[in-house]
């Protein structure tokens, strides 16, 4: 099966910058779509990025302007670059990919992103 692996999170500063990235086992070219979600304590898991089989690259109103997707093909890898941190980005994010191949979609463990002073 797809194998996703996050790496990147970790305690910032308010203002700070972190990138995660997410390397998969299998290719993130083509139709298979990829994002980064978050879960903070007692809230429901949301999307933050995504880019869709299509190629359109969506964010929630939350993080516009402040965080970009980005991917390389050629490492099979995801980024989430996260700039201007604040307190309620707080959370755990999870790499996410949807496999044509396999017909479901694959999760990665979590990276805990913690902002705070």
């Known amino acids: 099966q797809v194998q996703l692996v996050e790496s990147g999170g970790g305690l910032v500063q308010p203002g700070g910058s972190l990138r995660l990235s997410c390397v998969a086992s299998?290719?993130?070219?083509?139709?298979?779509?990829v994002g980064w979600y978050r879960q903070a304590p007692g809230q429901q898991r949301e999307m933050v990025a995504s880019?869709?089989?299509?190629?359109?690259?969506l964010y929630t109103d939350s993080v516009k302007g402040r965080f970009t997707i980005s991917k390389d093909p050629a490492k099979n890898t995801v980024y989430l670059q996260m700039n201007s941190l604040l307190l309620e980005d707080t959370a755990v994010y999870y790499c996410?990919?949807?496999?044509?191949?396999?017909?479901?979609?694959?999760w990665g463990k979590g990276t805990l992103v913690t902002v705070s002073s």
């Open positions: 880019i869709t089989s299509g190629g359109n690259i």
């Open positions: 996410q990919l949807h496999s044509w191949k396999y017909g479901m979609a694959f």
């Open positions: 299998e290719s993130i070219a083509g139709i298979n779509a």
